[in-house]
């Protein structure tokens, strides 16, 4: 069974920066795509990066991608999600995925049908 384990949210003002990580089994982290997800109150959740498991090619959506980015530090067995000018839009619980299709399609999966799921982690943006 995939074990994520998400870290790093919390309550930061507008415009300003934190850094989420996930961490995963050995086995998980050099097999699997891996990506954030997040679920903003009254909405879907929906994707916000993915990231192949050589880390070599990143996806991001197009509403964040100006100032999110996702990377990997594969001798930390570690994922992260740097996250810089937040906005109260961008308040939600963020998770962390894991799933063997590829990367590219996690952007176009239903989150219902990603294989694993964190926990969650919330971010608050006030302004």
């Known amino acids: 069974q995939v074990h994520l384990v998400e870290s790093g949210g919390g309550l930061v003002q507008a415009g300003g920066s934190l850094r989420l990580s996930c961490t995963a089994s050995?086995?998980?982290?050099?097999?699997?795509?891996m990506g954030w997800f997040r679920r903003a109150p009254g909405k879907e959740r929906e994707f916000v990066a993915a990231?192949?498991?050589?880390?070599?090619?990143?996806y991001t959506a197009d509403s964040v991608k100006d100032r999110f980015s996702i990377f990997k530090e594969n001798a930390k067995n570690t994922m992260y999600l740097q996250m810089n000018s937040l906005t109260p839009e961008d308040t939600a619980v963020y998770y962390c995925?894991?799933?063997?299709?590829?990367?590219?399609?996690?952007?176009?999966?239903?989150?219902?049908?990603?294989?694993?799921w964190g926990q969650g982690t919330q971010v608050t943006v006030s302004s």
């Open positions: 990231i192949t498991w050589s880390g070599r090619t990143k």
């Open positions: 995925a894991a799933d063997t299709r590829p990367a590219q399609a996690m952007g176009s999966t239903n989150p219902g049908e990603i294989e694993s």
């Open positions: 050995e086995v998980t982290f050099n097999t699997y795509a």
